[in-house]
């Protein structure tokens, strides 16, 4: 296979669900990795871990010399890296288990001074202040402490990074969920968050003439639409095309989420138009042929990073930066995949098995057709042969069948993006992320990504969601309260075809 | 003035004493920068800045949506930044206390969650968990959330530095000192602290190659031994010497805090042949005589960044670089100004004027040297003379005089370093920083500074402050806890000698 | 085919033989190219030829206001650059014969000039040496002055470089032979030596650091051992191994000479080892087990630079860096390629077709030994059966037949490169390249490339020429005056062993 | 002086002048550097000379092995330059003649040639073509090789640079004046010539943010007008302004040429303007008010590039930047000085001495007018008083002087410019300068420059030469060739003034 020449280079296994993690806060699903979490560590290597966290997780100073108090020494933020490094994966879990309940906070001195606090209540305001700064003190976890001397050695950032990566894989996959260590998540979390702050993030263009260490990662994580050799790298960062990346101070050399955008004349509805296309490797850009940006590809590199916010924040920097090249530029818009609409699909209609049809889901016509085109098979009921069609991609080599499944799966992959909820939002990861920076759902296109994974995971099928600047703040703010969701007419309409059918 | 060239060139005024007032962790006096603070706005400031605040600096999300919320949009923190830059000098002062005040927690919502959590205390640990955890979050005062937006805005943790720099201000000059402000300080303080992680800084290298825009502030920012042009600040950075600064990625082009490196045979005893002499500005470095490390000048750039600790690190970051450079390299030492020995001196020789000597200070046969010296004056008290001698430093134009003084000097130098304390630490700030790095008090040198201005402030007195390197941990820690001084046989000597007179 | 990917990236076809053209000094043969060449142009174009040169090629101005003359404006320049790019293929040959005739010297000037010389012979030493520059100054072709005007405009360097590997094409494939276009280039070739001068060349080190661009073309020239994909290519600048380059100012991003060198214990004497080994991909350089330098590969990449000395200079420049790198290293040496060997072999085994055996290439014994392996086919003649055994490499897979062919080969391939010469020198270029460097032929290495193309090119050998600095000067005027070949105790047996057999 | 902390900065004594040694193609005068020449070696040293020479400055290769013989080791080389460097100042005129002298062509061979040539003149081209080509080569002189050689060698070039240097020095002081050392002179610069081809020179904007290396020797070459200091510094670089400067990969981090632009809405009239206005230090620019590029000081640093062409390319060159980023501007001049002027006049009024007055350079009237603001004073002749005005330029300092001396000095001044001439070319340098280039003699500016040098050396007068960017190559090839200035109405107005009294 082509492709493994580049992949090979870079060791470390594929990468591709990671967007998908960071994308729809989700925890990535256990199948993924494969490891095996140990729920308690060997009884020597616990009293090693015993002996190790009483050394380097020490107290926090009293509250009036918090700031007379002097770091430890470097090496035992090293000393601590090294012993976690050298865990075997499965005594990890067991190992944060015992950080996040042996470090945290003191309980009893918090609740005695919550108890003071009260007592200040008709005191005055001075007094009360000092109560609550007490409080607020006590309430810091020792871990928190530790994580901040690790982050002051070199190396230290991107060690913690990694930490929570782990820390999310135990709680995806169950290894350990405490709420002590779903506290420790959390205050990592918010440490990485802080130091990951946009305003220390550093925006790079990606060029053919930007480092190859650098270009390599760009394509190794390219999830969306994977990079086969260097002829595909070099179209990527070539004439009528972006790439732009994050990258921090804290670990150079290393781009933190990547976004790839092309420049077109009208909003995009084919992704191969982009990603195979080559008669412009070498031409000069016509800047009167580009009106649009359409970012089709937008990948995050370190899983342990999920949840602090970089891709939104990147899309915005881009939308400036293409502003300030290209001033009259009006059209933004993402192509977007559609990540689990066949599963979701075939799900549905494996439901109807039994029944042999599923009415709401295509009209007695729509079945029809779809009979005919097959050819009808007595003992299968054609929810099933329909549910076939769709896992082996056959329908698309004939060309009846296509034009029958058109307005059947368009309609049904509208509701799947708009329709579909998990906690109320979005259930498709990528439209969730879009609909939360603000995007409006678009326009669904048809035949748009017809490579065997296009078809694959969504039948062809992909969505743009747009950016209309001066809306997406008003649109973020109403899908994250009230999960409304931005569409068009196009999308609104299908989604109405799709109801009258549906009982769902 | 032959070094106005260069200060002319930057904006700004002297900014001379900041690194005294980072190295002691006081505040800078009221003197200094002679702003007068308007105790409260005008009315009508004070209803634009009501209006303002409701706007940008909104209440917390709820608990349970606090990570669906979406950040407001740019334009709200760009809004509030110009709205602050835009406020005459007086005026900040009672906006940043409304904004202390207005936007600090919510008393009320605190103490209900603090209660709450005491009723936890017989349930299981994931309740108590969780009941500290809501009460954490309440104590997140509003305009830490303000600030964390700023920080995301290009610029904005620039904006946030200087807007602390304002607000230590503020605090020297009692411009307010609510303890509201207080806390306001310490929230930006410690998000500063996060944002200038060490692991966030980069180590540059400043060389003739460096940029001008850099060389130049070098030059403006060095506050220790002034460079008055550039044949002194070629010499800075030329061979046996090097300079070294912490930046920032979102703050480029502005070194954060400067060290000043001398590579020597010897441990110096003396500025002058560190940074008058010319000789060897074209050589080449010859490695056999580069033993020793003489970190000579110190300085710290950012008044907003006072407390955030950037000189400690540099120092021990900069030991590593020199190790690397020079693996032979065993001696590393500062040569360090004691800034306020004159004035300390002479607020003692005054309390002696109406006895007309302090037989305390010097022993009989030195007060008669002393007057023999000066050729006695029947009606000046001796101490006065003396007094008036420090005070002019015309005591350096005469041999005798000076061989006179050097031992009386000598022993009272010493223990004003070593003896005179606040609130237990080195009264001497250069002191105190060194001592909380873990050097040692290690050489006093006589004729050290010969300068009008080391005359001047410390009687052309210096002190090498030693870094033994498998000894700073552990002084550091003796130093901030015990508050024991680690010193010299020589300087103990020096003190002891003292104490054999004095009373004090 | 796995190494397509890379190769499809860059545009223009294989260059392979381009380095064997420059390190033999003898132009490529015409069927490299497979152009060709038309001798005249049609006469439309020529009218157009004629009249564009009157206007760019204009006569030089006279002695008297030679420095007077103002250059024409860079439109002219540039007028001609685009028509000659614009020339189909096979019009640039009558182009430049027309260039060479039309625009060389004047001359009757020229005569009349000599003839005034020998006129002043009696007269002082001024008069003389006026009559000589004048004479010097008519012997400036005027294409020599336009090249100068075009070496002026922007990538007009670049032009001249590409004119001249068309000039060399056109002399190789006897498309135009006239005196007058050798002269052509004999003018050109000694204006880009000057340009090309090594005072004017920069020395890169290539990492994996270095841009894309740079990375891709030095893949993309590799020719003596190919890069197959990203894997090859990161191994080829990772740890024990460097790779320069020669760039020039005038064509930027653009490697002129590559070197590749691995970084030994021993000196090397299998290239597999060196381009196949991926353990030490990431490892840490022990500089314990650095003790040689092997240069494994050098490869010339401008065919319009053949005779302009770089990669002589090249070699001698990466001594220096690994000397200042590695002080104590004390092994330089090539493992260099044989090309030709087995057609030179297969040439000389076709003589003795006739006689069956060639009793002077092979003893008795080996012959049978060889024809029992081979297992005897009374028809063939053995000399016959050897060559074909040598053009389809089957004997390496006989262990038998390996053992019984490695002192036949070993001898054969040692008087090959020693003992074969053209016009008085190595017939080899590689070797030729090396002797004229000063390098001593060391050591012949059996199974030292087991590649396919290594047994096809060289039955599997190769050969170090080591680089004694002290001598290299020595031998390198040795081998240009004398054709003496400095060669080993091993290199000089193999010979000897030959040259008892052999009556060649 | 304020200037000195820069000026001492840098080793070297002053170079003011050297841009006009560049600048009007004259050697510099020998009072400028004070050195002396000896005009022979002692006797020991003479014989270390001659056999060094022997050794380094070997004989060509014979014509058929030219292409076969190796260089000399580098060693070789450095011997040569070294040697060279450890010369006395006094000894290096006789070591460059001694050069010049023996290691020249071999005349005998060259005569025998050219005999040859005449013989050949009947025969086929390709023996006329081979007997020209011998002849050439034949021609080359031995010092050529070794400079070739010299070349190749790290630092080389620069060395040559510098030993040019002292060539010029040499003739223009008369220490060595034989035919010979002119023809040394023109060989290495045609060879610089080469090397310094514009096409291998790369041009650098200065800005702040350049290495502070490349500022200060910025600063230190200014000649024409002197820069003071930081903020001076700064200015030259900041907004409205832009400095250019070429560069050579040869001689890294040393700009060979520089040139300041002043970006402007009209053409400039006056000097203090652009080198004294700090108003815009920091100011953005506005792109509406940029319609000028005013030249306003170009400064050639390398004495030994006289002669190589540099500054004419850098216009242009910074033409066309300027254009690609400001597609609008339509105007481009330059503001000039006019050094010479005053002492030009100075001597014309001398003459007038013994008749009292020139009537032909001012009307009775205007002679009436000078007395009267003077204050006749019988005894001085009227010329006389003028006289020492101009020289003390005290006539500034009165109103009504200035007034009547306007129209006076604005005629002869455009006369000087205009009307004299060196061998047919302006006396001017500057002027001589901007002609060659094709610039338009455009405006005559009254207090242009008011600074004390400016009233010394042209009476405050400065000009400005305009370049219609379409009529350039023509105005030089006339200018060079018929020696016919553009100029403009003002200009020839002027002018005819003159004449209109003038018997000149």
């Known amino acids: 296979m082509i492709s493994n020449p580049i992949a090979r280079a870079v060791r470390g296994s594929a990468r591709c669900w990671r967007h998908r993690a960071v994308f729809n806060g989700l925890p990535v699903s256990s199948s993924v990795s494969g490891w095996r979490w140990r729920s308690a560590p060997t009884r020597r290597a616990s009293s090693a871990m015993e002996e190790l966290l009483a050394r380097v997780a020490v107290p926090l100073p009293s509250y009036e010399t918090r700031d007379k108090s002097p770091p430890p020494p470097e090496s035992t933020s090293l000393e601590f890296m090294n012993f976690y490094r050298g865990l075997e994966k499965e005594d990890k879990a067991g190992f944060l288990s015992r950080l996040s309940q042996d470090c945290g906070v003191d309980h009893r001195a918090v609740s005695d001074l919550a108890a003071k606090l009260l007592d200040t209540q008709r005191r005055d305001q001075a ?10 003190y006590s309430l810091t976890p020792r871990y928190k ?8 050695v070199p190396g230290g950032v991107k060690f913690l990074v990694d930490l929570r990566a782990d820390l999310l894989e135990i709680l995806a996959t169950k290894a350990s969920d405490s709420p002590h260590i779903r506290d420790l998540n959390s205050t990592l979390k918010s440490l990485l968050s802080e130091w990951f702050s946009v305003g220390l993030l550093r925006l790079e263009r990606i060029t053919w003439g930007s480092p190859c260490e650098i270009l390599q990662k760009i394509s190794q994580y390219e999830a969306v639409h994977p990079i086969r050799n260097w002829t595909d790298l070099k179209r990527r960062v070539g004439p009528y095309r972006r790439c732009f990346a994050f990258t921090h101070g804290a670990m150079p050399g290393e781009p933190l989420v990547v976004l790839h955008v092309a420049l077109t004349e009208d909003i995009a509805d084919n992704i191969q138009s982009i990603v195979r296309e080559f008669a412009t490797l070498d031409a000069e850009e016509d800047i009167n042929k580009i009106n649009s940006a359409i970012f089709y590809s937008i990948s995050s590199t370190q899983a342990g990073l999920q949840g602090v916010e970089l891709g939104n924040y990147l899309i915005k920097r881009v939308v400036r930066e293409l502003q300030s090249e290209f001033p009259h530029m009006a059209q933004f818009s993402s192509l977007s995949p559609i990540p689990g609409f066949s599963s979701w699909l075939q799900g549905l209609l494996s439901q109807y098995r039994k029944e042999g049809r599923g009415s709401d889901l295509l009209s007695e016509q729509e079945w029809a057709e779809v009979e005919q085109a097959v050819g009808s098979n007595p003992g299968t009921p054609a929810a099933d042969s329909l549910r076939k069609l769709v896992a082996t991609g056959e329908w698309t080599r004939s060309e009846k069948l296509s034009l029958a499944l058109e307005p059947v799966l368009m309609r049904l992959c509208a509701w799947y993006l708009y329709g579909e909820k998990r906690r109320g939002f979005a259930l498709n990861p990528v439209a969730n992320f879009h609909l ?52 068009s007419e196009q999308v609104l309409g299908l989604v109405s075809q799709f109801q009258k059918n549906s009982k769902l």
């Open 127 to 136: 007094t009360i202040l000092q109560a609550e700064d007490r409080l607020r």
């Open 145 to 152: 402490q530790l994580f901040s001397h690790v982050s002051r």
């Open 436 to 487: 939360q920076n603000g995007a409006t759902m678009w326009r669904i296109n048809w035949r748009a990504d017809t490579s065997p994974r296009g078809v694959a995971n969504s039948c062809g099928i992909m969505v743009n969601y747009r950016y209309f600047l001066n809306e997406t703040s008003r649109n973020s703010a109403l899908y994250l309260q009230s999960k409304a969701v931005a569409a």
